[in-house]
């Protein structure tokens, strides 16, 4: 027999704490959801008409739910007391100093969430990791809990990593390709888990809820990312050698795709992955391989990483190269600033890098984003610890209002997100191409665009995975 669970409480009101929580509000009803965090401006956000991230979809699942069952709030110690089942979705970034700097996951703020479970529970709770931690965290939440909880109070610890992607979080969490929950092989770890179940059996095939050991489902987390990441940066590096060769990327990414044993997703050559995840958790991996003194696995995911900082540079040498080698003073209209399309996120985004590079070069950078808010752009920018960076970032870059507006006086047009409103069938190029300076390139980093068209319109188009310009073959 194994607990109902009535209450929930989540720790954490990100990125994946607020949707996910909120989406079980909203297919439970007769469970109370309270979300907590201790940033102020993030829960007052959460409870306005303008959400604090912006997500597909996720409007109106909060709409549906608050102030019914689902609840948002910086009384954490609250939220704790009252509930029977606690998500930990607190940030786990890269380590910036000490030891595994730069690679292992900086698990501070999952420590003091759990410490401060074990501080104010007055009862037993089932604790749930939801954010991405390293493989064996697991045990040290336990130890956490046991030694400053309450005498005689138990506490469960479950893995439940989450899978969503950004831009269709809403859609994944209400469709998951499967639900993860590991526990301990102990009759209590099978009890938590179960109740864990019940709560997506409220809306997830049943078959799709997979129960599993808590190490497996940690190291789950970890290897789908890596294996997506890889998968990328493989067809990336395949896109090198279509560039030189007069091989197509697209068309190559389509013919191997077909083959039931490989599948056509995440075969999109790129710019470059973003995101807060893949990199964090591949640099994990690495740093769990060395840690386990297995250095050549280690070199092996370290390889993934570093293909994709190749592609971005690569990619900007392309643009300079093209450009006659100079871009000094040149303006060069970004379009695209989010690491994909569908989100207003930065994390980790290759426009990032790609900006930075183009600055060391004295170009004049304009920017467009349909989503990206101004100052989240100039924080990303500018270089931390050096003084004046700002005045002197404004006077190269510039922020515009539409890709028009971005692209008038530019010498190029390079595209670093795929939104759709950059697509060939919703901007008018032909006025883009009249407001340009000529020659008038466009840089594709998405493969969004037809070339065909856009080459008849005037412009010089260089498409990642495309053979280099005519003269390859002249
Ligand atoms: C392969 C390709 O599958 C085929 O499409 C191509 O035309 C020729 O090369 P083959 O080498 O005959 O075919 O066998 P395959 O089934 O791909 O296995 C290759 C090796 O990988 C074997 O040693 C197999 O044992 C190993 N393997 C395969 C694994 O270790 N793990 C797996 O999951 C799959
Ligand atoms: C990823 C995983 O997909 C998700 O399961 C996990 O929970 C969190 O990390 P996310 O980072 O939100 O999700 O987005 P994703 O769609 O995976 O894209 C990551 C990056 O890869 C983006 O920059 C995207 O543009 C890039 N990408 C993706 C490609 O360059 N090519 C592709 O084919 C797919
Ligand atoms: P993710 O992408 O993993 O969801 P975010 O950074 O978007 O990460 O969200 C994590 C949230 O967790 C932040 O809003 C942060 O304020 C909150 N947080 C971190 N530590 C605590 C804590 N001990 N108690 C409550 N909230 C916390």
Known sequence: PHKAIKKICCIGAGYVGGPTCATIALKCPHIDVTIVDLNQARIDAWNSDNLPIYEPGLDEVVKTARNRNLFFSTDVDKAIIEADLIFVSVNTPTKKSGVGKGYAADLGYVESATRHIAKVATSDKIVVEKSTVPCRTAASMRKILEANGKAGLRFD????????????????????????????????????????????????????????????????????????????????????????????????????????RIGPKFLKASVGFGGSCFQKDILNLVYLSESLHLPDVAEYWRQVVAMNESQKRRFTEHIISSLFNTITNKRIAVLGFAFKKDTGDTRESSAITIIKYLRAEQAKVAIYDPKVEESQIWFDLAEPGIVDDVTALKKQVSISSSAYEAAAGADAVVICTEWDEFKDTNLDYEKIYASMNKPAFIFDGRLILNQNKLEKIGFKVECIGRSRLEETFE
Request: proline fraction near 3%; glycine fraction near 4%; hydrophobic fraction near 50%.
């Open 157 to 260: 610890i479950l893995s439940n990593p989450e899978f969503l992607a950004e831009g269709t979080a809403v859609k994944d969490l209400d469709a998951p390709d499967r639900v993860l929950i590991g526990s301990l092989d102990t009759a209590s770890g099978f009890a938590a888990a179960s109740s864990l179940v019940d709560v997506y059996a409220n809306w997830v095939p049943r078959e799709r809820v997979i129960t599993m050991n808590v190490w497996s489902s940690e190291l789950s987390k970890l290897a789908a990312n890596a294996l997506l990441a890889q998968r990328i940066s493989s067809i990336n590096a395949l896109s090198a050698i279509c560039e030189a060769t007069g091989a197509d990327v697209d068309e190559v990414a389509y013919a191997v795709g077909l083959d039931s």
